[in-house]
Structure formats: C-alpha cells, structure tokens
C-alpha cells in the first residue's frame, strides 16, 4: 500500500521517520514512516503484543528510539516532553492513588521548566473545565480509586485535555468501557481533532477505529502500514487477532457511534 503524502515535516504534531522502537536493544518495530497532522486522528490496530503501545510510548521516553527519528512539533522528542498529552491504559494505573479526581486533572497543569510547580489559578479554572468536559464536574472531590474504570479513564482525558498540548496519545482508550463513557471520550476527541489538537490512539475496536479516525497504521510483524481506515481495514486479514470483529464490520454488522 502507497504512502500518503507527507506535509512538510516542520508543520506536523508527530513525526516518525525510519523509526525502530524498542526495549534496551531489542526493537519490537522498525522502519517507522508515520505523520500526524494537526487536526488528524489517527488509529493503530494491530494484534495483542503487535507493539501498538511500544509506539506510543516511544514518543513520550518510555519505550527507547533505536534508530531514525521521532519529532513531536518539529523538535526531537525527547526535548518535546512537554508538547504531547499522553493517555496510559487505565487498568496499569494504582487505582489506590491517594488524590482526587480534581488533583489528578490538575497534574496536567504541571510544567517542569515552571518553577516549584506553581499552581496558578488559571490553571485551577482551565482543570476544572476539563473535568466539566468529559462529565465529571460533580465527582471532582472523589478519591482517583473510588472511580469506576470509564469514569478513571475520562479523568485521565480531562488530564490530557487540560495540558492544552497540540498532540495527545491515547494507548487503548476504550477498553472496557461502559457506553457513557466511550461516548463521551469520542466526542472530546473529535472535538479536540476540530480545534487542531493531533491525536493518536491504539485501540482493538474497529468500529471506533472507523468512526473516528480517517488513517490507520496497521502493525504486524515488526512492521507499520498506514493508510486510509477503511482500506486498512478491508486488508484486515483474520489472522491478525480480528477474525470475527473484521468479518462483522466488513458486513456493517457494527453499530455505528454517532454521539
Ligand atoms: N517494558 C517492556 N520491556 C520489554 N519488552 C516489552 C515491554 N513492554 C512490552 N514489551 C514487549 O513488546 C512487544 C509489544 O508489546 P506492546 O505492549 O507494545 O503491544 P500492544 O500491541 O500494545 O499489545 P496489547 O494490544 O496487548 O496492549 C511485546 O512482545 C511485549 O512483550
């Protein structure tokens, strides 16, 4: 499958070019060629271990770059710590986390070039309009744990959306998510995507991989193949881990998420 076209690397929120990602030596991808513009969501699917969240987290320092490149705003990662918003899978979280859902929102205030951390009030206002986004304006004194795993998850966007960053990556956003919450997650997703926030997210949902993002990179075999959606998916062979959900969609046997 072609390459699409690139913008010119400087404009673009993400930039991988012949990355291999790994742990310590091993790489668990190579070659790399991906672009992620302002405004664009884009999904990865791939089968349980492909590497989905080794990628993502490449780009944030938890997974090591061992040959190419990874550019976040046009500035070598690892000196963009700041510039991209990332999401973790919530079910690796300490769900006994002694703060609030508020404390953690506010966390995405925190800049480490800032000094002691201030907090300012702007940064209070600007964290609880996020968690008012995402619907939980009235559990902002619940404890983190107390939260059920969708309600977690949408604080954890509200995190990521009050640290106003022109990239967010979001590692499987909707994993067992009740139907609430993967609404609201999609629609502050398409509305960050609209004022010209890039995202990038790994999901094993199809559906949502369709509904939401225009390009797909594919990740099999060490390997990323990126393309329109609908065509990665169409070339989504069975054996990729998707056997029944792939046959499902390619029926237009899936609901359809338009909240
Ligand atoms: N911290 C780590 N150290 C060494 N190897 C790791 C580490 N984390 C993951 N791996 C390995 O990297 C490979 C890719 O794992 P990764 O978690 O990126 O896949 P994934 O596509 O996100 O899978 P899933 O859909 O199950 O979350 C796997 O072989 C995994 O065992």
Known sequence: M????????????L????????Y??????TDVNLTVEPGQIVALVGANGAGKSTLIKAVVGLADVLAGAITVAGRPAR???????YVPQVDTLDADFPVTAAG???????????????IRATDRAIATDALKRVGLADRALTRFGLLSGGQRQRV??????????RLMLMDEPFNGLDVTSQDVIVTQLRDLAAAGTAVLLSTHDLRLARDLADTACLIHGGRVVTGPTKQIL???PG????GSQAADLHAGAARTVTP
């Open 79 to 85: 000196q963009a710590r700041g510039a991209a918003a």
């Open 24 to 29: 310590r030596r091993r790489a668990v991808l």
């Open 2 to 13: 072609a390459e699409p076209t690139s913008p010119p690397v400087a404009d673009a929120a």
């Open 234 to 236: 169409a070339e989504l």
């Open 15 to 22: 930039h991988l070019a012949q990355a291999s990602v790994g």
């Open 156 to 165: 954890l966007l509200a995190r990521a959306i009050a640290a106003q960053t």
């Open 239 to 242: 054996t990729y881990g998707y």
């Open 104 to 118: 953690v929102v506010l966390m995405g205030r925190y800049r480490p070039t800032r000094w002691l951390r201030q």
